[in-house]
């Protein structure tokens, strides 16, 4: 589990509000596993799956059904962006060894189970024992040019977004948030596997962790982004393509997250908790290859 540091430190106390959610989701462990074990039990032909509610960027338009997943974001002390992966727990369902990622976190249970729809369930990197960097890092492809800098591949880090209150790019209003596209445990995986992310930082972000008018949203916020970075799985959840922010002038997406292959829009300045039924992973083999959990 990341350390609860000080990300917001304008908002007194945050640490202590932290520790003291984790303590009370604590007190309803028994409940979340309870409901876990019944989905693993139901699922016959794989592990996980079923209804789960995730926070996300909101979809505004479009024949999308829901948000895009966030992925909470830490920092490690070189100022490297990373995806918190949640502890990896093993337990026994009907005789049987299974893991499960999944954690306490912002006042919500966070689980891998958020990012298994549109085949990512199929992904290496969902699995949650694969021993994966956690480390986001440059996609191939972006439409960003600032981005060409970057070697592919290449951890992202918190300088390469240091003009993030003035950065443009001739779409919608400048300052509003630096974008990158980026892959998440997928090193060295090839891109059929490969899970696709978009990262922001954006003053925005940092004024909704401080003042959400929701308190769940705000707790939730200041524990699952940092210095203004939040992220997201970036496949539509209508048929799975890859959008962006501020990747076209037209339907009202300029400032939002555009996917192109039927208009879906988000707002990543719009968090919302949704529920989705989320499809099982394939059968577990050769886990015990890769045991050392949520990676670095
Ligand atoms: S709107 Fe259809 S795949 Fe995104």
Redesign the pocket.
């Given at each position: 589990m990341p350390e609860n540091e000080d990300r917001y430190p304008a908002e007194s106390g945050r640490r202590r509000f932290v520790k003291g959610v984790v303590g009370a989701s604590a007190l309803g462990a028994t409940g979340i596993s309870t409901a876990l074990a019944t989905n693993l039990t139901t699922t016959s032909s794989g592990a996980g799956g079923g209804a789960i509610q995730y926070y996300g960027i909101e979809n505004t338009d479009?024949?999308?059904p829901r948000g895009l997943p966030q992925i909470p974001v830490e920092i490690d002390d070189e100022g490297n962006l990373k995806g918190i992966w949640p502890e990896v727990k093993t337990e026994t369902v009907n005789n049987e060894e299974v893991q499960i990622a999944e954690m306490q976190l912002g006042g919500t249970t966070y689980s891998s189970e958020w990012f298994q729809y549109c085949g990512v369930q199929t992904y290496p990197g969902v699995r949650p024992d694969t021993d994966q960097s956690n480390f986001f890092r440059s996609a191939s492809s972006s439409s960003y040019d600032w981005q060409s800098d970057i070697e592919t591949g290449a951890q992202l880090t918190v300088s390469d977004f240091d003009d993030y209150e003035t950065w443009g790019n001739d779409i919608g209003e400048s300052g509003i948030g630096k974008p990158a596209q980026a892959t998440w445990r997928s090193q060295d995986l090839p891109p059929q596997e490969t899970i696709p992310i978009q990262v922001l930082r954006s003053t925005r972000i940092e004024e909704m962790a401080k003042s959400a008018s929701d308190p769940a949203v705000r707790e939730w916020l200041q524990a699952s982004t940092d210095q203004g970075f939040i992220a997201w799985l970036n496949k539509?959840t209508?048929?799975?393509?890859v959008?962006g922010f501020k990747e076209t002038a037209e339907f009202g997406a300029a400032n939002s997250v555009y996917?192109p292959?039927?208009?879906?829009v988000y707002d990543p300045f719009s968090i919302v908790q949704r529920q989705f039924t989320s499809l099982p992973r394939p059968e577990d083999t050769g886990s015990s290859e890769s045991s050392s959990g949520g990676g670095e």
């Open positions: 479009g024949p999308a539509c209508h048929f799975c393509c959008p996917c292959c039927h208009q879906s």
